[in-house]
């Protein structure tokens, strides 16, 4: 009989034990269910930070090319440019530039970069720069050349020449040396950290008989080859500056980019003492005729 009553009560214990394991294990399928639905609930809410941050920098993207757009759309030069129509001697060399710079922003917004462009930047009194990109493969400094006539010119000439109508030689300072002087000058403030490239951009109306040929760190071309030798440029080249990064290189050059009229004067007025030119009109010197050294 105690035999019995022993194997009795050991059988109630092991039903007892198991419903209480069914029991617990319903629990946690239970649970389980509740928090993958209440985190599914959460996801759809707030996606992962991976998302968010795949669709703030979509975003950062958008607006900063959406703003070099509107200032593209808001120039006067777009008349010009749309109708061929030049926009007075006095004007070429600032209307030069703006073709190149809208041609960054048309580059820019098909391949959907991130990047940020200041224009006109003056480092102290001796260098005036035309245009800088700064790009996630690095930063490019672009001297523009609105000038007409067959260019010649070596890479260490201090001068190069441009013929116009096949007789009138004029001569203008090597835009090699005058570039890599704008680089160095951006080197002392920026840092070596980073790779930096010469972009020397000439105007359709020229043709460019004997010049040096591209290297890794320069570029020179006439403006309707800009956007295919960029695009060829930039695809081998590898990404090195983050949106932080390249917000930081822009916030520190900003104090550079449209100098006060003091030292914009002061420059005129070094580069007419340096190379005996009673020019003091700054738009005087960007005439097809004339080409500074700074």
């Known amino acids: 009989m105690a035999f019995f009553k022993g194997f009795k009560t050991m059988l109630s214990v092991i039903f007892f034990l198991a419903k209480a394991a069914i029991i617990l294990f319903i629990i946690l399928i239970i649970a389980g269910s509740i928090i993958s639905f209440s985190d599914y609930i959460k996801n759809k809410k707030t996606p992962n930070n991976h998302a968010q941050t795949i669709n703030k920098t979509k975003n950062c993207k958008k607006e900063n090319q959406e703003y070099y757009e509107s200032v593209v759309s808001r120039s006067s030069y777009n008349f010009n440019d749309?109708?061929?129509?030049?926009?007075?001697?006095?004007?070429?060399?600032?209307?030069?530039?703006?073709?190149?710079?809208?041609?960054?922003?048309?580059?820019?917004?098909?391949?959907?970069?991130?990047?940020?462009?200041?224009?006109n930047i003056h480092i102290g009194v001796h260098c005036e720069i035309d245009l800088v990109w700064i790009h996630t493969t690095g930063i490019y400094v672009f001297e523009s050349k609105n000038i007409s006539g067959w260019i010649f010119g070596n890479e260490n000439d201090k001068q190069w020449c441009k013929v116009l109508n096949g007789q009138t030689k004029k001569q203008f300072y090597n835009p090699i040396k005058q570039n890599n002087g704008h680089i160095h000058e951006l080197k002392r403030i920026l840092g070596n950290s980073y790779p930096y490239y010469s972009i020397i951009v000439f105007s359709e109306r020229c043709e460019l008989k004997e010049i040096p040929a591209?290297?890794?760190?320069?570029i020179i071309t006439k403006r309707n080859n800009l956007r295919?030798?960029?695009?060829?440029?930039l695809s081998i080249e590898d990404r090195v500056l983050s949106i932080a990064q390249i917000e930081a290189l822009y916030q520190k050059m900003l104090q550079y980019s449209y100098a006060s009229d003091d030292i914009i004067q002061k420059h005129n007025e070094y580069v007419n003492n340096k190379y005996e030119d009673n020019r003091t009109d700054r738009k005087s010197y960007n005439n097809d005729n004339v080409d500074l050294p700074f």
């Open 214 to 218: 591209d290297t890794d760190l320069r």
């Open 228 to 233: 295919l030798k960029l695009e060829n440029k």
């Open 82 to 119: 749309w109708f061929n129509i030049s926009p007075g001697q006095s004007n070429l060399g600032d209307y030069g530039e703006f073709l190149t710079f809208k041609e960054i922003v048309k580059l820019s917004g098909h391949f959907n970069y991130y990047y940020k462009i200041l224009r």
